[in-house]
């Protein structure tokens, strides 16, 4: 599904306003009637309700949600910020229905002075303040407005957008002026920062109302970002033929381990071999020779330098290499590392220590070669990259800018990875939970990934099938064991069974 920009959501409404069509205060009253109905199943009429209205739509949005809710015997308390007495004509005429109706318990249209109400832990406050339309933060009275909701203890329900936040790049937003709800209503679609880790403690739980907006807009209108889903990954399954054998079937190559770090190697090369790959051949120190072949003995063992990797192999028999879990930092591993991203001619995956390598020697990022697969999670990135990112939105710029200028694909990890791709695209996974926020998950990522280019996928079809596969397999395996105790072997474990699910 795509993702769109706040001018794009806008030029959205308009679209369906022009060909459905529907007048926009109908298109508003659709809106309004979504967001009454999840309110009303979630809060019984005995809750005490105040909304907290802008002088946009947004706050049109919230003034005819507080109609619904009063004509169903709820009792409401309406604040409209007026201002600059300036309102939209839609939140002009929400305000004068209201008024009419005169079926909310208090209406106050605030001008000048702001006398707060009381807001205790058994009220449910309504943001309708700015939603998705904000461009810059907030300050001034609607700052400290935002912070005393925020200090109540009151639930709080964002429409759109949590007031304050905005749709794309928080990096420069002022963290105090921003609502934290406990539930945000967005319509039609997710927007591009609702997928960030650091705007999450504002955003609360996520539920998406469709309002029945253009789709053949959304269609049409071409946007860098996407998210993967289900059906499109089915699509990208490749069979296995009847008459296939462990030749035919891919032979992948994983370097990974040194001395205390022999679980990375076993877990990356497990996860390979229960990602469909014919064959795999661990490359690792001898300190863990005993400990591969006990744990994976159906792995083809290679052995290196007696406790680190040292010397690049050569890579022709290949169909893939992963390099990196619990590699090490040595000088001597650099040197190989280089050496053999040099020489390799496959598919490559790069994670955990070969892209510190990478980060700490700053110039040789730039001599990769093309095509390469990075999977960091965000500390490595910013060390890959040379730089502090102070927002995960800054972060994913810079790393669609490396992306393109090295034509490589790099995934960052999160809850919603990102791949960002050579072309300048992103694409959001959409499986995976919190449970997998356990040492090991990654290596697990990078063996699934190298079974799948060595088994035939393209980079970028591998990275979105892994990536969706793995966090699949986190879901699954969370379902039986619950998150506080998974742990890395239960992804593997669960492997067999995601792929069952797409198959």
Known sequence: MKILTGAQIHELDQYTIDHEPVASIELMERAARAITSALTTRFDPQTPVVVFAGPGNNGGDGLAVARMLSEKGYSVDTYLFNIHGELSDN??????????????????????????????KDTLVVDALFGSGLNKPLTGGFASLVKYINQSSSRVVSIDMPSGLMTEDNTNNSPSAIIRADLTLTMQLKKLSMFFADCQPYLGKVLVLDIRL????????????????VEYVRQQMLQRDDFAHKGSMGHALLIAGSEGMAGAAVLATRACLRSGVGK???????????????????????????NYYSEAVISDEFSAVGIGPGLGRQEDSA???????QQTQ?????????????GSHGTWISQLPSNMIMTPHPREFDRL???TCHSDSERLKVACDMAESLRAYILL????????????????????????????????LTGVITALLARGYSRKNACLT???LHGLAGDIAVSRIGKESLVASDIINALPEAFKALY
């Open 335 to 341: 040197l190989a590392l280089m050496s053999q991203l």
């Open 214 to 229: 253009s789709k053949e807009y959304i269609k049409s209108i071409p946007s860098p970002y996407t998210t993967i889903d």
């Open 91 to 120: 939140c002009l005429k929400n305000r004068d229905r209201l008024k009419n109706d005169g079926l909310v318990k208090n209406f106050t249209e605030v001008t000048t002075n702001f006398d707060p109400p009381k807001l205790d």
């Open 280 to 306: 795999v051949t661990a490359l690792t120190p001898r300190c863990n020779s005993m400990v591969m072949q006990i744990a994976v003995p159906e792995a083809v063992l290679a052995i290196d330098n007696e």
């Open 466 to 468: 892994g990536m969706y």
């Open 346 to 358: 496959c598919p490559v995956v790069l994670d955990a220590d070969a892209l510190n390598m990478l």
């Open 385 to 387: 990259a040379s730089t």
């Open 413 to 444: 990890k999160g809850h919603y990875s990102a791949l960002c791709l050579p072309d300048g695209g992103v694409v959001f996974n959409t499986t995976g939970n919190s449970g997998m926020a356990t040492a090991g998950s990654g290596d697990v």
